[in-house]
């Protein structure tokens, strides 16, 4: 699972700034092994800690990496941890990897798309749903969510929100 990217170098002795996707992840302060993937998709597994730097900052280190101009060659480079290293989300959060693909409906059984892209913005989380060529935006709040029901092998997953969340949300335009 991607948790963030190289975002530059800290210091003179290896460490570099990295750019957490989720910038609460309970991977700060912890070693877990983690592949990198440069944009011309290399890789190297590598094992890395994470710790908080100055301010929003997530300060970076990985075994052998000695200096500045070491480091200096991973920015850019993608962080993907294995899922099984990541702690269960917190009751009434997901992870967007169990969200995405997901159909979306309302409380009355009005199909309204599947969830295709997730955007955080700085007040709620926006979900893209598609349904064939159409597109909405559905802010996310807690008050118009029924169910969040994630895919298992027992059963296939779904999201049902309330029939007022959606009344006034028009398709998005092409």
């Known amino acids: ?19 957490l996707y ?4 309970d991977l700060v302060g912890r070693t877990v092994a983690a592949r990198l993937i440069s944009p011309t998709g ?3 597994s590598v094992s890395i800690t994470l710790r908080p730097g100055g301010g929003k900052r997530i300060l970076a280190s990985v075994p052998g990496l000695e200096d500045r101009e070491q480091a200096a ?12 290293d990541l702690p269960p989300p917190e009751p009434g959060a997901w992870y967007h990897r169990d969200l995405l693909g997901l159909p979306v409906q309302t409380v009355s059984g009005r199909p309204l798309g599947r969830i ?15 349904d064939g060529e ?5 802010p996310v709040l807690a008050r118009n969510l029924v ?16 029939d007022d969340a959606v009344d006034e949300l028009p398709p998005l335009q092409a």
């Open 1 to 19: 699972m991607r948790i963030g990217r190289v975002n530059g170098v800290h210091g003179i002795r290896g460490e570099f700034k990295v750019f």
């Open 134 to 138: 159409i597109e909405r935006a559905l």
């Open 147 to 162: 169910q969040v029901r994630i895919t298992s092998p027992e059963l296939p997953g779904l999201v049902v929100v309330q």
């Open 116 to 130: 295709v892209e997730i955007f955080d913005t700085a007040e709620v989380d926006v979900w893209l749903l598609r």
């Open 22 to 25: 989720n910038q609460a992840s």
């Open 73 to 84: 060659l991973l920015d850019g480079w993608e962080v993907v941890v294995a899922a099984a």
């Open 42 to 44: 290399q890789q190297r």
